[in-house]
């Protein structure tokens, strides 16, 4: 795939999708962890993608560009996916239910005080 400008969010997320529909991606160790503990298989995860959107972008990480997305699975559950935006493979960072008290809404994060 060509370089992409990760500041473009609608064609992050369609490079996103288009990797993801093509099972090019590793699912790190934590995302793993993440999964397990939160009971979320890969196919809710691929289907968060293909419904999602990215929320926030990080295109100046320090380990690299990447994004939250945040979509919905078949049961109507709320998923976050971590993701990087700019490598010629997904990865897949973290995935979780966005949830009280680090969130108020799937879309809406909580203020640190």
Same mark, same amino acid.
């Given at each position: +795939? ?29 995302? !793993? *962890? $993440? +999964? ?12 968060? %993608?293909?419904? *999602?959107? %990215? %929320?926030? =972008?990080? /295109? $100046?990480?320090?380990? &690299?560009? #990447? #994004?939250?997305?945040? *979509?919905?699975?078949?049961? &109507?559950?709320?998923?976050? %996916?971590? #993701?990087?935006?700019? =490598? /010629? ?10 949830? /009280? ?10 203020? !640190?005080?």
């Amino acid at each position: +795939m060509n370089e992409v400008d990760v500041t473009d969010l609608e064609t992050v997320l369609e490079r996103i999708r288009v990797q993801a529909d093509a099972e090019n991606m590793r699912v790190t160790q934590h995302a !793993q *962890g $993440e +999964m397990v503990e939160e009971n979320i298989t890969l196919d809710e995860v691929l289907q968060a %993608i293909a419904t *999602g959107r %990215i %929320i926030e =972008n990080y /295109p $100046e990480h320090r380990r &690299g560009a #990447c #994004c939250l997305v945040n *979509g919905v699975v078949q049961n &109507g559950r709320p998923l976050h %996916i971590v #993701c990087t935006t700019a =490598n /010629p493979i997904l990865i897949i960072i973290t995935v979780y239910e966005p949830k /009280p008290p680090k969130w108020i809404t799937p879309t809406q994060r909580r203020r !640190q005080r």
